[in-house]
């Protein structure tokens, strides 16, 4: 609620731009929200973060429904490397279901922080092992995709993702972002709103396999 006088007599422009931030505004919380699933994955602050079990999304033993377990926290936590990414290659390659069997998931997305974003993108681009300083055999990447974003708040976490619609978690969208404006007929003060509606949906993390990076 801005008074009638301040945009009246405003010199410099300030309020030209209020539209326009408060899309940004609506734009941030998504990401605040979206990314919060990652952010949250290896320690849940809440259920809303949790597996369908009550479990972290990542995890070195997940409880299944026929009293087995599965995997999808890298073992040792290790920092983003070929060997660390060969590792969680694995274990997506051997995901099970509740009854044991082999959901013949693949590699499909590096996910990680905008600090570690030149090393994804040096293990996906590079034509021989970065690792070694003579040719090497190469387990290639370029069938995959990199993806890192400001907020992702831990440095040194990195995701690795198979096909989206094997992911059964998200950001569940309602109404897309709004903008009303009005006047109080008493003080002409300009009244503006921004109004959008999200959610959060986690049940299976399957499809996902993570690591904290020594952190």
């Not at 919060?36 to 009550?54: K, M, T, V």
């Not at 377990?69 to 099970?96: D, E, F």
């Not at 290639?140 to 440095?155: I, Q, V």
């Amino acid at each position: 609620s801005i008074d009638y006088e301040a945009i009246e007599f405003d010199i410099y422009g300030i309020f030209k731009g209020l539209p326009e931030e408060l899309a940004r505004s609506s734009t941030d919380r998504y990401n605040v929200v979206g990314h919060a699933l990652l952010n949250n994955s290896f320690s849940a602050p809440s259920a809303s973060y949790q597996i369908y079990s009550g479990e972290n999304m990542i995890s070195t033993s997940h409880t299944r429904l026929d009293g087995g377990t599965w995997q999808n926290q890298v073992t040792g936590n290790p920092g983003l490397s070929y060997l660390a990414y060969q590792q969680a290659r694995i274990l997506l390659l051997k995901m099970v279901n509740e009854r044991g069997s082999f959901r013949k998931m693949s590699p499909r997305l590096l996910i990680t922080s905008v600090e570690q974003e030149w090393i994804a993108n040096e293990l996906v681009m590079s034509r021989a092992r970065p690792d070694q300083s003579n040719p090497a055999v190469y387990n290639s990447m370029t069938s995959m995709n990199t993806y890192s974003s400001p907020f992702l708040t831990t440095a040194q976490y990195w995701w690795l993702e198979s096909d989206k619609k094997q992911v059964n978690l998200g950001l569940r969208l309602g109404r897309k972002p709004t903008m009303e404006r009005d006047s109080d007929i008493r003080t002409r003060a300009l009244t503006m709103t921004a109004y959008c509606s999200f959610s959060v949906r986690v049940f299976d993390s399957r499809g996902l396999v993570g690591s904290t990076g020594g952190a």
